[in-house]
């Protein structure tokens, strides 16, 4: 089982390295605004989640469903339905359409994001639990790869296997419907800084 303390200095080795690529400069600021203008939104689910943090939920929000709002937190699919993609059949309760609150609630608790308190969101957590809301697939089967879901847009994104790099540069988001070129998580570290 992987676990937090055995990535953290990893986690934090990393974000002290990293920077956003300059092709990349723009999205990131525009993904940070789109997040910032949601900030209501994502305080109503951080005050029933026992406080993750707003910017986490909107980073989550931004490379699953592109900020769609009709869309469910757990993997883009739509709200008028139970999720259908992995995880499917959730929520496991209420019937559709869900509202986009009560759909967050159940992706970001179904990981178990609300047990870390309010104190305990450090970047090298936040890294953790954004890699862990998405797969450790490439640690686990492509250990020299940093996850895109992190770090696509950095100067760590380059170390990405020849058929990831070009679905990457073709705009594709494997396993994903609602990818764009920059939704493989090169937009949360900008994120994280502007929302501090």
């Known amino acids: 089982m992987i676990k937090f303390a055995d990535l953290a200095a990893e986690y934090k080795s990393l974000w002290d390295a990293a920077a956003i690529r300059p092709k990349n400069a723009q999205s990131v600021r525009a993904a940070a605004n789109q997040l910032r203008d949601l900030k209501a939104t994502y305080d109503q689910v951080s005050a029933a ?56 609630i159940d992706a970001l608790t179904m990981h178990g994001m609300q047990n870390i308190g309010k104190d305990g969101w450090s970047i090298e957590r936040i890294s953790f639990e954004l890699e862990r809301y998405n797969g450790f697939g490439y640690r686990r089967n492509h ?51 502007c929302a501090s």
């Open 49 to 104: 989640t026992n406080h993750i943090p707003w910017f986490v939920i909107g980073l989550i929000h931004s490379l699953e469903a592109s900020f769609n709002l009709n869309a469910h937190l757990h993997n883009g699919d739509p709200l008028s339905a139970h999720t259908v993609q992995v995880p499917s059949g959730r929520p496991k309760t209420g019937s559709p359409p869900f509202s986009w609150i009560t759909s967050a």
């Open 143 to 193: 250990p020299a790869v940093k996850s895109p879901y992190l770090w696509s847009c950095t100067n760590h994104g380059r170390q990405i296997c020849r058929r990831s790099q070009i679905q990457h540069d073709r705009g594709e988001r494997p396993g994903r419907r609602n990818g764009d070129s920059e939704a493989v998580g090169c937009r949360w570290r900008r994120r994280a800084r």
